[in-house]
């Protein structure tokens, strides 16, 4: 299951396709996907953005920040969604993907062998065979100093290595990316519910909002029909080469949500929204996507019509292969099938349609508890404790990311506050999920103290 997971985690962030307009309004769409992060200070004077008739492109001018909103939980806020940021980037820079993603360049026999023969359709063919798993989104191979093959688009955080032959001798160099633009922007957008920028020296790249062709600061200020942004930034670079700066703005009065009596309190509050938009956005724009799949599959279709548990099994199977981790089907009040993993949670429901008439009600979900689990962990540095039937007189403690020793009983862990375990400090806070196919889940989400 997680490693489907990881491959959904590869394609949807990392290669978002559709027009930037598109995936612009399915970013929106999914509201509880953004908050807002990062973004730019305008230095010096009175400098504007473009005002140009795009959805991407926003209108501003320096404006000194309300008293409503201290300096200190701004700068707190901020520097907290920048560690989120920042830690999303580096998936691009060192992690399972990158990992993923050197395997496969490396054992390639189609690629080796196409540039052992010099072959450059055949490299290129190749290439193209390994974007199409999801696990890097640009391949440019080198020999000496021309470029002998190259697929992809603009991208962040360049890969290097050196591609050897069947004998083990260096045949190529290679530059890859696991970050396309897009996709960096629409999963950083995803949890941080802010508009998220791109620059390279003065030009916006990757479909992100213009900025002025004026000097920008790192941090800073500004305001925008009316709307006054708080934001920070942090420098990256892009593929295959150069240096690129990551910008997010926040509206103030969404920092004023986050803030806390403290810094621990508003680091707190921050990351626990951060994880809601974690749980929530596996409910939103990816899951109705994978809703029209299954709805579309003719096999499924039949097979519920006919009302073949054993069809309708099979047809689950071939699903499963994407992002889907569960499937469950019922005619009237019978269950028809159910197939996938134990400990699913976030599930969305629609009735299942053939010529116009409902044949059945589909529950599915795209995310299991480990991959809720590593998400947390890679993307904000959380732990977590999972606990079905939190109601009962025994709630049970279904995923733990504490570690080996036995994990805590729900009733040991404080809904909210500070919390010791095996010699380390949390804060904890609580998200209030749903089981699959229904009922409450009990997330206690841990925040290391101190964060990072």
């Known amino acids: 299951m997680f490693k489907d997971v990881e491959r959904r985690l590869a394609v949807a962030r990392s290669s978002a396709g559709g027009s930037n307009g598109a995936r612009r309004r399915r970013a929106r769409a999914a509201g509880a996907l953004a908050l807002a992060l990062v973004a730019v200070c305008l230095a010096g004077c009175g400098a504007t953005l473009d005002d140009k008739p795009s959805a991407h492109v926003v209108a501003a001018t320096l404006a000194p920040p309300p008293v409503s909103v201290s300096s200190a939980c701004s700068a707190t806020a901020l520097s907290t969604l920048s560690v989120v940021l920042q830690r999303i980037y580096h998936e691009g820079v060192e992690s399972e993907r990158t990992a993923s993603a050197r395997y496969l360049i490396a054992n390639s026999t189609a690629l080796r062998s196409a540039v052992e023969a010099n072959d450059e359709a055949g490299a290129r063919s190749a290439l193209h065979a390994l974007l199409a798993t999801g696990h890097l989104t640009d391949v440019t191979i080198m020999r000496g100093s021309r470029t002998f093959a190259k697929v992809g688009g603009p991208a962040l955080a360049p890969l290097q290595g050196t591609l050897l032959g069947a004998d083990g001798q260096p045949i190529a160099t290679y530059t890859a990316s696991v970050w396309a633009d897009n996709g960096f922007l629409l999963e950083s957008e995803g949890v941080t519910q802010g508009l998220v920028v791109l620059r390279s020296g003065t030009r916006s790249i990757g479909g992100s909002p213009s900025l002025p062709a004026s000097a920008v600061a790192d941090e800073g200020t500004l305001t925008h029909a009316g ?32 803030c806390g009596r403290t810094a621990q309190e508003t680091t707190v509050n921050t990351l ?6 974690i749980y929530e956005g596996e409910m939103g724009p990816t899951a109705a996507a994978q809703m029209r799949r299954v709805e579309r599959n003719q096999a499924f279709v039949q097979a519920v019509a006919r009302r073949e548990p054993e069809a309708a099994r099979l047809a ?15 005619v009237g009040s019978k269950l028809l099938s159910d197939v996938g993993g134990p400990y699913v949670l976030g599930p969305v429901h629609a009735p299942l349609r053939l010529h116009g ?40 403690l279904v995923k733990d990311s504490l570690g080996p020793l036995p994990g805590p009983s729900l009733a040991s862990v404080p809904v909210r506050g500070a919390f010791r375990y095996d010699g380390r400090s949390y804060q904890v806070f609580t998200v209030h999920a749903t089981a699959f196919p229904s009922g409450p889940l009990t997330i206690r989400v841990l925040v290391p103290t101190p964060y990072p």
């Open 227 to 258: 709307v006054i942004y708080r934001y920070t930034s942090f420098p990256a670079v892009a593929y295959p080469s150069g240096a690129v700066r990551v910008y997010a703005l926040v509206p103030l009065r969404a920092i004023a949500r986050l």
């Open 272 to 277: 626990e929204r951060v994880a809601e938009l």
């Open 316 to 330: 689950i199977d071939s699903l499963l292969t994407e992002h889907i981790v569960r499937i469950r089907v019922s």
């Open 357 to 396: 008439h409902t044949i059945g009600d589909v529950e599915l979900s795209i995310q299991d508890d480990e991959g809720y689990l590593r998400l947390a962990r890679r993307l904000a540095g959380l732990d977590v404790l999972m606990y079905m039937n939190p109601d009962s007189s025994h709630p049970e």
